[in-house]
Protein backbone atom coordinates (compact mmCIF):
# COMPACT_ATOMS: atom_id res chain seq x y z
CA UNK A 1 0.00 0.00 0.00
CA UNK A 2 1.43 3.18 -0.96
CA UNK A 3 1.12 6.26 1.42
CA UNK A 4 2.21 9.78 0.56
CA UNK A 5 2.67 11.94 3.97
CA UNK A 6 2.97 15.68 3.31
CA UNK A 7 3.58 17.69 6.43
CA UNK A 8 5.19 21.20 7.15
CA UNK A 9 2.26 23.40 6.08
CA UNK A 10 0.95 26.68 7.89
CA UNK A 11 0.29 30.14 8.17
CA UNK A 12 3.13 32.56 7.13
CA UNK A 13 3.91 36.29 6.63
CA UNK A 14 5.10 37.17 3.06
CA UNK A 15 8.35 37.22 2.90
CA UNK A 16 8.47 34.04 5.01
CA UNK A 17 9.66 30.42 4.53
CA UNK A 18 8.62 27.34 5.16
CA UNK A 19 9.27 23.25 4.54
CA UNK A 20 7.36 20.64 3.18
CA UNK A 21 7.92 17.09 3.67
CA UNK A 22 6.47 14.37 1.93
CA UNK A 23 7.15 11.43 3.95
CA UNK A 24 6.83 8.05 1.05
CA UNK A 25 5.94 4.19 2.17
CA UNK A 26 5.48 1.59 -0.31
CA UNK A 27 7.60 2.72 -3.26
CA UNK A 28 11.05 4.46 -3.54
CA UNK A 29 10.83 7.66 -4.06
CA UNK A 30 14.40 7.48 -6.43
CA UNK A 31 12.61 5.72 -8.77
CA UNK A 32 9.88 7.98 -9.30
CA UNK A 33 9.20 11.61 -10.71
CA UNK A 34 8.18 13.45 -7.57
CA UNK A 35 6.20 16.00 -7.67
CA UNK A 36 4.74 18.67 -5.54
CA UNK A 37 1.42 20.49 -6.99
CA UNK A 38 -0.75 23.48 -5.45
CA UNK A 39 -4.53 24.54 -5.64
CA UNK A 40 -5.95 27.78 -4.78
CA UNK A 41 -9.20 28.34 -4.30
CA UNK A 42 -11.44 28.38 -7.56
CA UNK A 43 -8.50 27.27 -9.56
CA UNK A 44 -7.04 24.01 -11.44
CA UNK A 45 -4.11 21.88 -9.93
CA UNK A 46 -0.82 23.14 -11.19
CA UNK A 47 2.37 21.59 -11.45
CA UNK A 48 5.14 23.74 -8.81
CA UNK A 49 8.13 21.37 -9.11
CA UNK A 50 9.79 17.99 -9.73
CA UNK A 51 12.37 15.78 -9.23
CA UNK A 52 13.50 13.37 -11.65
CA UNK A 53 14.46 9.64 -10.21
CA UNK A 54 18.25 11.13 -11.46
CA UNK A 55 18.12 13.92 -9.56
CA UNK A 56 17.59 16.44 -11.83
CA UNK A 57 14.90 18.91 -11.08
CA UNK A 58 12.33 21.15 -12.77
CA UNK A 59 10.36 24.21 -11.88
CA UNK A 60 7.00 26.68 -12.72
CA UNK A 61 8.34 30.04 -13.30
CA UNK A 62 5.95 30.97 -10.35
CA UNK A 63 8.58 28.95 -8.40
CA UNK A 64 11.72 29.80 -10.07
CA UNK A 65 14.21 31.26 -8.01
CA UNK A 66 11.84 31.13 -4.58
CA UNK A 67 11.31 27.61 -3.79
CA UNK A 68 13.81 24.10 -4.09
CA UNK A 69 12.42 20.41 -4.69
CA UNK A 70 14.91 18.26 -2.99
CA UNK A 71 15.01 14.49 -2.01
CA UNK A 72 16.69 12.31 1.19
CA UNK A 73 16.87 8.91 -0.09
CA UNK A 74 17.50 7.64 3.14
CA UNK A 75 14.48 9.00 4.78
CA UNK A 76 12.45 8.45 1.39
CA UNK A 77 11.09 11.44 2.02
CA UNK A 78 10.37 14.42 -0.83
CA UNK A 79 10.49 18.17 0.68
CA UNK A 80 10.02 21.93 -1.03
CA UNK A 81 11.91 24.85 0.51
CA UNK A 82 9.81 27.33 -0.14
CA UNK A 83 11.31 30.88 0.70
CA UNK A 84 10.44 34.54 0.14
CA UNK A 85 6.21 33.47 0.01
CA UNK A 86 3.87 35.65 -1.36
CA UNK A 87 0.12 35.94 -0.72
CA UNK A 88 -0.74 34.19 -4.16
CA UNK A 89 1.44 30.98 -3.20
CA UNK A 90 -1.63 30.23 -0.60
CA UNK A 91 -2.63 27.14 -1.75
CA UNK A 92 -3.33 23.82 -0.89
CA UNK A 93 0.18 21.81 -1.27
CA UNK A 94 -0.31 18.06 -2.68
CA UNK A 95 2.78 15.54 -2.78
CA UNK A 96 2.61 12.95 -6.11
CA UNK A 97 4.31 10.44 -7.14
CA UNK A 98 4.46 9.18 -10.73
CA UNK A 99 5.81 6.72 -12.94
CA UNK A 100 4.02 3.99 -14.59
CA UNK A 101 0.95 4.72 -11.85
CA UNK A 102 0.41 7.73 -10.33
CA UNK A 103 0.06 8.58 -6.15
CA UNK A 104 -1.23 11.31 -4.08
CA UNK A 105 -0.67 12.57 -1.20
CA UNK A 106 -4.16 14.34 1.05
CA UNK A 107 -2.95 17.73 0.94
CA UNK A 108 -1.17 20.36 3.50
CA UNK A 109 -2.52 24.61 3.42
CA UNK A 110 0.00 26.73 2.68
CA UNK A 111 -1.42 30.21 3.68
CA UNK A 112 0.59 33.13 3.25
CA UNK A 113 -0.56 36.11 5.11
CA UNK A 114 -0.19 39.20 7.28
Known amino acids: QVQLVESGGGLVQPGGSLRLSCAASGIIVSAYAMNWYRQAPGKQRELVATIFSLGTTNYADSAKGRFTISRDNAKNTVYLEMNSLKPEDTAVYYC????????WGQGTQVTVSS
Open 96 to 103: NAQKVSSY
